[in-house]
């Protein structure tokens, strides 16, 4: 798959509803991180968390379906993956 055909995606964890299982950092450590409060976060190519609520990190393609298995397998259903361009979610509890 070429970058060119990859659309851009992103991806966000709500906090709220995350039950602090891990799963997402079992199948994309690169992507996802627990912090010491328990809950699962994003983290960016920098490896640090973004911890402000609804802060996204892109999606590497590389990753994608890893973190696409973290969205489903996920307990809290609080994994959300959605385009960069229009926001809207492709993978996840508010996905068409």
């Known amino acids: 798959m070429s970058n060119e055909?990859?659309?851009?995606?992103e991806v966000w964890i709500d906090q709220d509803l995350c039950?602090?299982?891990?799963i997402c950092v079992q199948y994309a450590p690169e992507v996802f991180e627990l912090d010491i409060d328990g809950l699962a976060y994003?983290?960016?190519e920098d490896d640090?968390?973004?911890q402000t609520p609804g802060?996204?990190?892109p999606v590497p393609v590389a990753l994608l379906r890893d973190v696409v298995d973290s969205a489903?397998?996920?307990?809290g259903d609080c994994i959300h993956v959605r385009r960069a361009?229009?926001?809207v979610?492709?993978?996840g509890p508010d996905a068409e």
């Open 72 to 75: 489903k397998e996920c307990p």
């Open 89 to 91: 979610e492709v993978y």
């Open 5 to 9: 055909t990859a659309e851009a995606l």
């Open 55 to 57: 802060a996204t990190v």
């Open 48 to 50: 640090e968390l973004r």
């Open 85 to 87: 361009a229009d926001r």
């Open 42 to 44: 994003v983290k960016g």
């Open 19 to 22: 039950t602090g299982d891990g």
